[in-house]
């Protein structure tokens, strides 16, 4: 019965979904990576996400324009990557409890809207899949690697530039700088509190990306709560890979693919409990982090805040 799984069809199809959905938590696994390596953890993720996918998806059903809509959503996260940045920088709130917080406010105010604007679930016709030419023509290859939404070739793009801006750009010094020794990088005069708004704020801004990702990029179609957890798995994938891009990429791939895997199982009509399935990539990630947790070294700074004169 298992043997449906190893045929080309199968596995070829496992793959291109896996790579499909790691998009989203690419997008806010490395957002949030920027803000925890700065000190600053945002458990608002969630709720970033859920508003993104919402504002996204509203600006396309009303416009048609899928870019508009990512832009959008970009925007919407930025804005609720400052009002976090504003509660854990600036008011120096626990960090965690606020992040709840704003994970609780982007699931209550994404569900009013959408019952007050839209009603029922309606369709709209986002990212199209965009062959690249030649490549996308290869036998087997072209159908894993070169047949995506542009979302996804973006967030795959975003690991490079992320692991050359963090290690390689000045930027990045003072991100691992305050996130490490704020008081030290204070003395050099870097801006601990101007660092960051900007990580917090880019994390916002890639949460609301990821959350349109999903909404117009890949399933076309906005639901009540439909991230289903993401935004805190996207939090474990930070710590899962070592605060660093292609840490983040192994793990955002490794969730996927399992996720992947139990869709297809389901297809297939594989011997497998459906609740047993469903649950694989959330068992998987609790017992990989468990097993790593011992081996990670996080930011000093991580989730303390700092004032001038500690």
């Known amino acids: 019965m298992f043997e449906q799984l190893f045929t080309v069809t199968a596995i070829v199809g496992i793959i291109h979904s896996g790579i499909r959905l790691a998009t989203p938590y690419l997008f806010a696994s490395l957002g949030e990576m920027f803000a925890q390596r700065s000190g600053v953890v945002n458990l608002g993720v969630e709720g970033i996400m859920l508003m993104g996918a919402f504002s996204g998806y509203y600006v396309v059903l009303i416009t048609g324009n899928p870019w508009l809509g990512l832009l959008v959503a970009l925007i919407v996260g930025a ?61 087997i290859i072209g159908d894993l690697f070169f047949d995506y939404e542009i979302p996804t070739y973006i967030a795959f793009l975003l690991v490079p530039i992320s692991l050359y801006v963090l290690m390689r750009t000045t930027l990045g010094l003072k991100i691992r ?23 917090v704020i880019f994390g916002g801004a890639m ?35 070592g605060w660093r891009p292609l840490g983040v990429l192994a793990g955002a791939l490794l969730f996927s693919m399992v996720n992947s895997l139990q869709l297809w199982a ?32 996080q930011p000093a700074a991580l989730t303390k805040p700092y004032e001038r004169g500690d």
């Open 207 to 241: 949460a609301g990306v990821a959350g349109a990702s999903l909404s117009i990029g890949i399933i076309d179609i906005f639901q009540e709560n439909m991230t289903n957890g993401m935004g805190f798995i996207a939090v474990a994938l930070v710590y899962f890979g």
């Open 177 to 199: 700088a305050v996130g490490q020794n704020p008081q030290a990088a204070d003395s050099l005069g870097v801006s601990v509190p101007r660092v960051r708004y900007a990580t």
């Open 266 to 297: 389901q297809v297939l009509n594989l011997p497998i409990s459906p609740d047993f399935a469903v649950m694989l990539p959330y068992i998987l990630t609790i017992v990989v982090l468990a097993l790593t947790a011992r081996q990670i070294r």
């Open 79 to 139: 804005l609720l990557g400052l009002l976090m940045a504003v509660i854990s920088v600036t008011m120096q709130a626990e960090q965690g409890i606020s992040g709840i917080g704003l994970t609780l406010f982007g699931v209550g105010l994404s569900s009013l809207l959408f019952k007050v604007l839209v009603g029922s679930p309606t369709g709209v016709s986002g990212f199209q899949p965009v062959e690249i030419p030649v490549l996308s023509s290869i036998p």
